[in-house]
């Protein structure tokens, strides 16, 4: 496991749904990309913000433009998962997320990825993110506690 301790991590915890695995009884690759959203939604909130409000407040997006993903274990149904998720870098109009997806059970490595996001406005157009949502992110990146915000 990578983990660097100097970033504030986010945890979620997840039970895999029967739903989300293949005919071998393995989670179907792309729903580790549904887990990373679901993580970077909650390290959202944990920094002290609705990703929602912003949409509807700002009409800023935090559009996905790339995304990494590395499996190194299966996951199965039923299987407890945890999804730790971080912010790797922040420009004025771009994010970078690093997740990794493990069975807290175990501590296995399931996976580790990372999504690259541009900042939006409602036409799709880059946007810079204004100065409450900037100092929000550009905490996490600091070393130390989560935000109390």
């Known amino acids: 496991m990578n983990t660097d301790p100097q970033r504030f991590w986010t945890e979620t915890t997840l039970r895999v749904r029967y739903v989300e695995t293949d005919q071998m009884g393995v989670v179907y690759h792309s729903n580790f990309l549904v887990w990373f959203e679901i993580g970077r939604t909650d390290f959202c909130r944990q920094r002290g913000f609705v990703y929602r409000e912003m949409e509807d407040e700002e009409g800023l997006y935090i559009m996905v ?29 771009v994010l ?48 130390g506690e989560p935000s109390t915000r």
């Open 96 to 143: 970078v997320f690093q997740y990794e997806v493990l069975r807290p059970l175990t501590d296995d490595l399931l996976a580790q990825g990372e999504t690259v996001h541009v900042i939006t406005d409602r036409d799709g157009r880059p946007r810079s993110l204004p100065d409450k949502y900037r100092e929000l992110f550009l905490a996490a990146l600091k070393a």
């Open 65 to 93: 433009a790339e995304a990494r993903c590395r499996y190194k274990a299966p996951a199965r149904y039923d299987d407890e998962i945890l999804v730790r998720t971080c912010l790797k870098e922040f420009r004025r109009r």
